[in-house]
């Protein structure tokens, strides 16, 4: 079942649960000398009335003041607590990302754009300052209401109506309030991501948008999404306005209700005058008190929202953990499909349909077809990135789903489209900083893929800072370190899709001569629209419709 936005965030409170308890306790201890002022005041009141200047008086004045420093300690003690509690909400959030990103399972971010799931990371600072502001403000608030009430009630059976009046209207603020409040805000929250991942397209995209046409259909549907932000934006504020409104009448009401009342008490000594001065002092405290939680309750809807996005990426399912062991287990890879079928969520067609296929070590495969034939989702299930919808893929005669994808993963190379170099050296990502790689193999797999001339041009060498997709690289060299990348743990199998179709012909011709080299055992499946793949891979098959219509030796 899937959890509400509040269970989301008590289960992600319930982590720190000691923090929140000394908290709490904070709040506590605060309330009860906060409250305590007002006695304080009431006896010092009355000690001036009696028109005599005692040590009583002085006492009494003496620890009004420290009751008054010590409420400002305690709250710099919680602040501390909230400061940790901030800190812990941002590492684990950061490292839930970090794990979660590159595990989910390739159908689950199926219509889904990943670096717009990365956005929602940027919630975690909401729910930091929100649950740090709610901590503190809400439960001092909450318990000087109820102290306050049961304080007030020694004076007068009255002020246990009042108290009862309060609660309830507070309930009925809340209760008529919650549900639309939180759905508006979850509306606006959609939108504001709307429009900063297209700011982001039209920043990734900012040679297109140059032209006058272009430019004004990204300004024309930018207009659309905000203009979107901000009426439900606006519906979330009139919400906000009227509780705030409520608030004002139910502080009008109560105000003028006990003035008069205490008022009446008084003049029919039911009350002295040190009495009422406290006690409308203490009305003081529970009023600016409900204020505080009235407020904030806008604070609790941007924090429920913020968990909810965020929880909406936890509930992607990821990748069984797996750890890979020590020894290898594949000398020689076999693959086998059998009666595969695939299809993706929410789709009724099948892209691959009765996929009977057995693949032995060390052939080297080209996979043809027109676009749409299955060629792409074909390579991604044998490498590992897809599960069929049915069927079964043996590797060595183990089925896909006991093995240990890890380890199946740690003996392959992969390039797949759309993947681009990272942020990081040049080094960073050929090798991913791995220490156990020697240079020999690192210098081996960046001569055989013609990477050496351009790196030695290269002031810093393979210390070169590479910008986000490789922006300041040819294509040509972007798809060079791919393949270093993919090479140079000498893996048992190579996935390409389109490796090499941004390469110059002669380039890319030695180049594949590499690859489909008999010195190279490695087993080679690729897919691309570069004729010569077909005249140096020992086996053509192609694809039609989801289908295997010719499977064929060439070699």
């Known amino acids: 079942m899937k959890s509400t936005p509040l269970q989301r965030l008590i289960s992600l409170l319930r982590l720190d649960k000691r923090d929140i308890s000394q908290v709490f306790f904070y709040a506590i201890f605060a309330g009860l000398v906060s409250l305590s002022l007002p006695l304080g005041i009431q006896a010092i009141i009355n000690l001036i009335q009696s028109g005599r200047v005692s040590v009583s008086w002085i006492v009494l004045v003496i620890i009004v003041i420290i009751g008054v420093a010590l409420v400002g300690i305690l709250s710099i003690m919680q602040l501390r607590i909230t400061e940790n509690l901030q800190q812990k909400i941002f590492v684990r959030s950061s490292f839930e990302f970090g794990y979660r990103l590159p595990k989910i399972k390739f159908e689950e971010l199926y219509n889904q754009y990943p670096p717009e799931l990365a956005n929602r990371f940027f919630d975690t600072i909401t729910i930091q300052k929100g649950a740090s502001k709610l901590l503190i403000d809400f ?170 996005k965020i929880g909406q990426i936890s509930d992607l399912e990821t990748e069984p953990n797996q750890t890979i062991s020590n020894e290898i287990c594949y000398n020689n890879i076999t693959l086998e499909a059998e009666n595969i079928k695939f299809k993706f969520p929410e789709s009724g067609d099948y892209v691959l349909d009765n996929i009977n296929l057995k693949i032995e070590n060390s052939e080297k495969i080209i996979l043809e077809g027109n676009n749409g034939s299955g060629k792409t989702t074909l390579i991604r299930i044998l490498s590992g990135l897809l599960q069929p919808t049915s069927g079964t ?39 991913f900083n791995n220490p156990n790689i020697p240079q020999e193999d690192i210098k081996w797999a960046i001569e055989s893929v013609k990477l050496g001339s351009f790196i030695k041009s290269l002031p810093k060498g393979l210390d070169t800072k590479i910008f986000p997709e490789g922006r300041q690289l040819s294509s040509s060299n972007a798809q060079k370190i791919l393949l270093a990348r993919s090479i140079i743990n000498k893996p048992k199998i190579l996935f390409y899709e389109d490796a090499l179709d941004r390469m110059d012909t002669d380039i890319a011709k030695e180049i594949i001569d590499f690859l489909t080299s008999s010195e190279n055992k490695w087993t080679l499946i690729v897919s691309s629209k570069n004729p010569y793949w077909k005249e140096k891979c020992t086996r053509k098959i192609t694809m039609q419709e989801g289908k295997i219509s010719n499977d064929t030796k060439t070699i």
């Open 139 to 308: 439960s001092t608030a909450l318990l000087q209401i109820v102290f306050g009430i049961i304080l007030l009630s020694l004076y007068h059976p009255f002020f246990i109506f009042f108290g009862l009046t309060l609660l309830f209207l507070l309930y009925i603020i809340f209760k008529f309030s919650y549900d639309s409040g939180l759905s508006t805000s979850l509306k606006e929250s959609k939108y504001k991501y709307k429009v900063v991942s297209w700011l982001q397209e039209m920043a990734r995209n900012n040679i297109s948008f140059r032209k006058k046409t272009n430019f004004d259909y990204a300004l024309n549907k930018n207009n659309y999404l905000v203009s979107q932000y901000l009426d439900y934006r606006e519906k979330h504020f009139n919400i906000i306005k009227r509780q705030y409104l409520q608030l004002i009448i139910f502080k009008v009401i109560i105000t003028a209700g006990l003035l008069f009342i205490g008022g009446y008490l008084v003049l029919n000594q039911k009350m002295n005058i040190g009495q009422f001065v406290a006690a409308e002092i203490i009305i003081l405290l529970v009023i600016n008190s409900v204020e505080k939680i009235v407020v904030g309750l806008e604070t609790l809807y941007d924090v429920l929202t913020a968990v909810e």
């Open 393 to 431: 893929f043996f590797i060595n005669d183990d089925t896909y789903r006991k093995i240990d994808l890890q380890q199946y993963r740690s003996q392959i190379g992969t390039i797949i489209i759309g993947e681009t170099p990272f942020e990081g050296t040049i080094l960073d990502n050929i090798t």
